[in-house]
T-cell receptor, first 116, second 113 residues
């Protein structure tokens, strides 16, 4: 399958700081990228959907000013958690679509965010 | 909107036995059904998928079946191995739901050696 990378894999930050997570599709152009959040032992929760060059569409209950998404190119999307608080600690996973004949969706390895 | 239910939540099998995980969906317009395997601390990995114009698809030890009438699809793993132990998620995608994947709650599969 297609490869999606995510960086960093793990980040620890102080409360009130901002953290940026990068997501890249390495061997295909992603028409659409998605950002998910996953709590322990739970399923994936979609936060937002982004298309290259346009504003992200956020799911209900997700603060767009809190979670800034930029989809600058067909291979790069970034998620910035602004003014992070301990309750933002979670596993964030990006996903990219556009790499297969059926527009399969491929996931990155995830970023573990811990806010102290 | 779409709703996907997945069963069982946990499944333990002996190495070499088969494992079956079942999902049902609510939106008859859904037309794409992927299965993902997620190991601890990693992102989900696409292992097999099926489209609504096909009833069954197989890839080595893994197969997926789809019953559009009943709106359910299943993952079958034969000759299970310890490395199959992981969390498995089913998902459904519908254009009427913005072409976004809706995931099941996941199944923890444990293969005992």
């Amino acid at each position: 399958g297609a490869v999606v990378s995510q960086h960093p894999s793990r980040v620890i930050c102080k409360s009130g700081t901002s953290v940026k997570i990068e997501c890249r599709s390495l061997d295909f152009q992603a028409t659409t990228m998605f950002w998910y959040r996953q709590f322990p032992k739970q399923s994936l929760m979609l936060m937002a959907t982004s298309n290259e060059g346009s504003k992200a569409t956020y799911e209900q209950g997700v603060e767009k000013d809190k979670f800034l998404i930029n989809h600058a190119s067909l291979t790069l999307s970034t998620l910035t958690v602004t003014s992070a608080h301990p309750e933002d600690s979670s596993f964030y996973i990006c996903s990219a679509r556009g790499g297969g004949i059926y527009n399969e969706q491929f996931f990155g390895p995830g970023t573990r965010l811990t806010v102290l | 909107g779409e709703n996907v239910e997945q069963h069982p939540s946990t499944l333990s099998v002996q190495e070499g036995d088969s494992a079956v995980i079942k999902c049902t969906y609510s939106d008859s317009a859904s037309n794409y059904f992927p299965w993902y395997k997620q190991e601890l601390g990693k992102g989900p990995q696409l292992i097999i998928d099926i489209r609504s114009n096909v009833g069954e698809k197989k890839d080595q030890r893994i197969a997926v079946t789809l019953n559009k009438t009943a709106k359910h699809f299943s993952l079958h793993i034969t000759e299970t191995q310890p490395e199959d132990s992981a969390v498995y998620f089913c998902a459904a995608r519908s254009m009427e739901y913005g072409n976004k994947l809706v995931f099941g709650a996941g199944t923890i599969l444990r293969v005992k050696s």
